[in-house]
């Protein structure tokens, strides 16, 4: 916990002087075929500058009923006036809990799958490591900022 106060810290005044494009609401995940419980109730907030790839951070509420943080960096390689169907990258900090995890350095987890936007519906497909899940859905709403 105390290292993601520390993240979010030093991340808020960059963020405040350099004006994200898009502001995005995590609402929750759905574990496919899982071996174990999640909390699937993941609110979180996440901040995105839009440029030839988009850069994002964001703090939630993770599937281990922890507070985390993440930096990501995306890629919409389909896009039209209302929707959008790219990769993405990750680096997620599971306080505690990286241990959990195959591939890890301490709590700092990588992520990788697919994301796509509808409207202000998003949603990212995370492939799962084949023993607690088979894949994770997470879904939100996400607005551009003016």
């Given at each position: 916990m105390r290292l993601a106060a520390l993240l979010?810290?030093?991340?808020?005044?960059?963020?405040?002087?350099?004006?994200?494009?898009?502001?995005?609401?995590l609402l929750g995940s759905e574990h496919f075929n899982a071996t174990e419980e999640f909390q699937e109730f993941n609110p979180g907030i996440i901040l995105t500058?839009?440029?030839?790839?988009?850069?994002?951070?964001?703090v939630y509420y993770n599937s281990?009923?922890?507070?985390?943080a993440l930096a990501a960096v995306s890629y919409d390689f389909w896009e039209?006036?209302?929707w959008a169907l790219g990769v993405f990258g990750a680096?997620?900090?599971?306080?505690?809990?990286?241990?959990?995890?195959?591939v890890s350095v301490g709590d700092v987890?990588?992520?990788a799958g697919l994301q796509g936007r509808y409207g202000n519906v998003?949603?990212?497909?995370?492939?799962?490591?084949?023993?607690?899940?088979?894949?994770?859905?997470?879904?939100?709403?996400?607005f551009e900022l003016p």
């Open positions: 979010l810290m030093l991340l808020l005044p960059s963020v405040a002087l350099a004006g994200p494009d898009r502001v995005s609401i500058w839009e440029r030839n790839l988009d850069y994002s951070v964001g281990y009923e922890e507070v985390g039209g006036q209302n680096l997620a900090l599971y306080p505690g809990d990286g241990d959990r995890f195959k987890v990588p992520l998003f949603a990212q497909l995370i492939p799962g490591n084949g023993r607690t899940t088979d894949a994770v859905l997470a879904v939100g709403l996400t």
